[in-house]
């Protein structure tokens, strides 16, 4: 191949390659109902179109002991030996709001993927899936109901 091909197509690819690559900040925001008990436990964590885990974006809860009560993300995300880098604080109070931002490739957005949030307090019945929202554009802005601990969730896209 000539060096002037060779040039142009590594240029082409070098402008390409960062676009397939994009990413944007998604900004969680889950209000926690006022349950009238201990700090909740939650999971927050990214599943593909057939259910299954991809990663976790935060766990609020510091005690590991008690993250089998979050137990869809605990099954789920069991193999993934990544799970709690950097995405670990302490536990929601109730009333109380959560906000986690996490970068996700554009890619991700609109194919069907699902943020799921498990939730448990002490001496309280755990909420597996306690919310299910669609990584959509038609999500974005809109609040969704939790089940037991959350009042409500809502993303933003940047």
Known sequence: MPKPLLTILATACALALPALAHSRPLT????????????????????????????????AGGKAKYYKHLSDWYRLSAADAKRLDGVTGASVGAGRTLTVTADLADALIDAGYEIRIDAAAEDMRDSPSEVRVPLATASVGKPQAGKQYLHSVTLQLK
Do not use: H, M
Not at 29 to 58: F, I, P, S
């Open 28 to 59: 969680l925001t889950a209000q926690l109902k006022a349950y009238g008990g201990d700090g909740a436990y939650l999971a927050a964590y990214l599943t593909d179109a057939k259910g299954a885990y991809v990663r976790t974006l935060w766990v």
